[in-house]
């Protein structure tokens, strides 16, 4: 047989755990208030929770520094231009490398609105062991589902944005800028990199890592929780 998929709203839990023990069982791990909530509802819950949390994300990333200004997603230079970012930062170009650093977070905040559909393509699309393994795990356990089975998708979509926003906002021409300024300064030689492909796999990381957040909190705080669905689904 090949892989069924399905609507989370209607059959997930109803196909996947028809015994109200092994419910009532998943229901704790998930942080759940009653595990007496119809199979429908608590899989409708778990599919809005998915869309609010991966929608809050795409809001927090794919906005005027939704990247440069969170520390903890902030692109910074490449591994291998560290050296290159501190010989110019001694003779004097700081603010230049500052700029291209700037840049490239902004092509990242430019991309990042580009993931919304790509997520709820993904909600739709699982098929009832991935949808038992997220109920079954971790605080973040939805996150790593998208994370590993997403990428690459989510890579191919990316790249043409981020492509084109580098280009708007003048990344490329940055790079080219910062290298030349490294002629005749003390460093070793710079290593030709792909921008393009290394800001998208950071803003990705990092858009995977505000997933994640929100996911944290749709499950542990009642005030994540928005609509009347997940109050009633989420309670504790």
Known sequence: MHRRKFTLAAVLLAAALPASAQLGDLGKKLGLGSAALPNDKIAAGLKEALQVGTGNAVNLTGKKDGYFKNEAIKIVMPPKLRLLESGLRGVGYGSQVDEFILSMN???????????????????????????KILSGGDTAATDYFKSRTTARLTEAFRPEVAKATSEVGVTKQYKQLVGRFQGIPVPRVESIDIDQYVVGKALDGLFYVVGQEEKKIRTNPQARVTDLLKEVFRK
Do not use: C, L, N, Y
């Open 106 to 132: 902004r092509a990242a905040e430019s991309a990042a609105p580009q993931a919304k559909k790509i997520f709820v393509g993904a909600i739709t699309e699982m098929t009832i062991q991935d949808a038992r």
